[in-house]
């Protein structure tokens, strides 16, 4: 059984810092494509950034892009989501997920785990 883990939300105020884990099970961790989605109130999922240990690649979004960075740990099963320089507009449910390739739609996700951050 898949297992996606996160951890690490809370209420930080802008400009902070936060380290969401996202712990795995159930999968090879470092055959797929790990990402990070984020949903707000009212707007539509969108795309954080992904990291591919296969391909030894990261892609981030435009909007977290220099503030945000991904990395794992294989022998934890684990991956990270550093967030630095928190804004406001960061605030939303964050989500890890997992996929063979890279996709918007991966096969794989966690429940989720909520960022807010504060003016």
């Known amino acids: 059984q898949v297992q996606l883990v996160e951890s690490g939300g809370g209420l930080v105020q802008a400009g902070g810092s936060l380290r969401l884990s996202c712990a795995t099970s159930?999968?090879?961790?470092?055959?797929?494509?790990m990402g990070w989605f984020r949903q707000a109130p009212g707007k539509e999922r969108e795309f954080v950034g992904s990291?591919?240990?296969?391909?030894?690649?990261?892609y981030y979004a435009d909007s977290v892009k220099g503030r945000f960075s991904i990395f794992g740990d294989n022998a934890k099963n684990t991956m990270y989501l550093q967030m630095n320089r928190l804004k406001p507009e960061d605030t939303a449910v964050y989500y890890c997920?997992?996929?063979?390739?890279?996709?918007?739609?991966?096969?794989?996700w966690g429940q989720g785990t909520q960022v807010t951050v504060s003016a």
């Open positions: 997920a997992a996929d063979p390739q890279f996709t918007t739609t991966p096969i794989y």
């Open positions: 159930g999968i090879t961790f470092s055959s797929y494509v």
């Open positions: 990291i591919s240990w296969r391909l030894d690649s990261t």
